[in-house]
């Protein structure tokens, strides 16, 4: 089974505003894509358990024309609060990439 | 509005992803050589937090917003087009409107130049937002709940999102410059080309692929521009610099970018549709895009509002000690039980009313989150105590009666006191608010002018309006 850093070229991370957070996984390949965009691994629960929201809050766009699968949700805490260690959001995808696909 | 049935097309100039990023000089005359028929751009954005709202300041310093506004408006003067610029000072509250005015105002003086500027605010006064609420016309946005009139209170300033609407009103009224308090950058973008009535699909998708300047190129950086052209069926978009790229990718991708939907963008009075947009390679750096949809929706205005309620002090260690390096989660863990004691202890804090984070940079300081067993443990730590307080006084009292602990305290009792390696003296900083975005909401308006106020200033024929 492998990592989401082995089938994806790049995967970012960044605010959509101050109480949202959007990850873009771009596969590698139209077969990465085909075979693992829709894993399990990757779905609303296993999201929803790497960043501590509610599963019914994380939103899951496929964009198979440039093989991203778009993965957006709720900031657990606003933006710049008490205990803000990234503003940006732009190091929150570095918690999936060694999520193991199947 | 001008008339819909004269519309042939209409090119705008994008110099920069935002205001004083830096504009590439040389951009600029192979631009301008392309005769476009405005230059249009964004100041800010929500992305760096809620300070710039709350303090009414620029992130940007002067100078190299000066030097883009200085470029940008000897470009202006010679072509006699227009200059809209969205966001004013980060942050699009009157301060920062008022503050990217005296700026322009200042080079108008130095130049000699006498454009007509339009001012758009809309900040909105407390009083009116409660007025709003009590009629019923708020509606919150997920994840936050209902507004409150507590919440508004407890907001240092509040702006309310434009759309083209007063971009329109600024260009009806022969503005030359126009510098607009918070709006959404592809409303600021695609004003123009609504104006000179050009199709809304069309114009709003140019406007939001368009809103980073090259970001959505092969230049990969919001300090290079776009160019774009809105026809009658679609726009045609490519990089100012011949050197890079537009292609397929590149600017359908760019609806993926700080957006947590990449088909359906909400925008003040309505949304954009791009799911069934085709895009096309017309040359090899210019892209085609057609089939993107603006639906009209009741018109609503989101609003943001920034509170600064608690207040910092931080105090920062390197650590290179091998037996804090060996177990740096149980250091972490015993140092925010001892500093909690110590602040109860030491200082009036009740328990509850203050906050003590210990964040362990080369461990785990940005997640938070204790590492997997087995984790290698780094070289260097690099740790800081973040205290969070009612009051600046009580954040800083607390920091001065946990600082001996702070760089003093061994990783168990009755070892040899280390002292780990302090960087300033004093060490505990004084960080000052908490700035936070409070605001999650949206309010229905008659239009989308009912919340802005316009103000012209006249630079041929009001001097001393230019001196104020």
Redesign the interface.
């Known amino acids: 089974m492998p990592k989401v850093r082995e089938v994806c070229r790049t995967v970012r991370s960044k605010v959509a505003g101050p109480f949202w957070v959007t990850m873009d996984l771009m596969f590698d390949s139209q077969e990465s894509y085909d075979l693992y965009s829709q894993s399990p691994a990757l779905n609303a629960e296993a999201i929803g358990n790497v960043y501590s929201v509610d599963p019914a809050e994380v939103m899951h766009f496929p964009v198979p024309k440039l093989k991203v699968l778009k993965i957006s949700y709720p900031r657990k805490t606003p933006q710049g609060g008490v205990e803000e260690r990234d503003l940006h959001s732009g190091q929150q995808y570095t918690y999936i990439l060694d999520l193991e696909l199947s | 509005m001008s008339n819909n049935s004269d519309f042939k097309s209409v090119k705008i100039y994008v110099p920069e992803g935002s205001l004083g990023v830096g504009i590439f000089p040389e951009e600029i005359g192979v631009a301008m050589a392309r005769k476009p028929d405005a230059i249009a751009l964004d100041a800010g954005s ?6 710039y709202l709350a303090k009414g300041v620029s992130k940007n310093n002067k100078r190299a917003v000066k030097t883009d506004l200085e470029l940008i408006m000897a470009a202006q003067a010679e072509a006699g087009i227009p200059i809209l610029i969205g966001t004013s000072g980060q942050a699009g509250g009157d301060l920062n409107l008022d503050w990217t005015r005296d700026i322009v105002l200042e080079i108008c003086r130095e130049k000699g130049y006498t454009p007509k500027i339009a001012l758009l605010y809309s900040e909105q006064s407390p009083k009116l937002i409660k007025q709003k609420l009590a009629e019923g016309k708020i509606s919150n ?4 709940g209902d507004m409150t009139e507590e919440m508004i209170d407890d907001c240092i300033h509040i702006v309310a999102l434009m759309g083209p609407e007063p971009y329109f009103d600024a260009l009806d009224a022969g503005a030359d410059i126009i510098l607009g308090g918070r709006s959404s950058d592809p409303a600021v973008i695609a004003a123009f080309a609504l104006w000179k009535g050009a199709p809304a699909g069309p114009s709003w998708h140019a406007g939001k692929v368009s809103e980073c300047g090259g970001q959505a190129t092969s230049a990969a950086t919001g300090q290079r521009g776009v160019f774009f052209e809105v026809h009658e069926d679609g726009f045609d978009i490519e990089p100012c610099d011949p050197a890079f790229k537009a292609t397929v ?1 590149s600017i ?2 760019h609806l ?8 359906v963008l909400t925008e003040p009075g309505g949304e954009l549709d791009v799911t069934n947009s085709q895009y096309e390679q017309l040359t090899d750096t210019k892209v085609r895009v057609t089939g993107s949809v603006w639906h009209p929706k009741p018109y609503t205005m989101k609003l ?1 509002g920034a509170s600064g309620k ?1 207040f ?1 002090t931080i105090i920062i260690v390197g650590i290179t000690d091998p037996n804090v390096l060996a177990e740096p989660q149980v250091f972490h863990d015993r140092m925010v039980d001892i500093l909690h004691m110590r602040a109860l202890s030491a200082t009036d804090a009740v328990d509850g009313e203050f ?1 003590i ?1 210990v ?1 362990m940079y080369g461990w785990n ?4 989150v204790p590492p997997k067993e087995g984790t290698q443990t780094p070289r260097e730590i690099g740790a800081m105590c ?1 205290i ?1 307080a009612n009051t600046q006084e009580m954040a800083s009292e607390i920091a001065k009666a946990c600082n001996p602990y702070f760089f003093h305290m061994p990783i168990r009792d009755g070892m040899e006191m280390p002292s780990y390696g302090l960087a300033f003296s004093p060490a505990d900083i004084d960080r000052g608010p ?4 409070e605001l ?1 909401h949206v309010v229905s308006v008659d239009n989308g002018t009912e919340l802005v106020r316009m103000k012209m200033i006249d630079t041929a024929e009001n001097k001393e309006n230019v001196d104020a």
């Open positions: 929500t992305d760096s937090g809620a300070a946005l997920p994840p936050l990718n359908s991708g993926l970018y700080e957006n947590k939907n990449p088909w943001e608690l910092q906050h984070s964040r300081g940005v997640s938070g973040v969070t908490v700035y936070q975005f999650n």
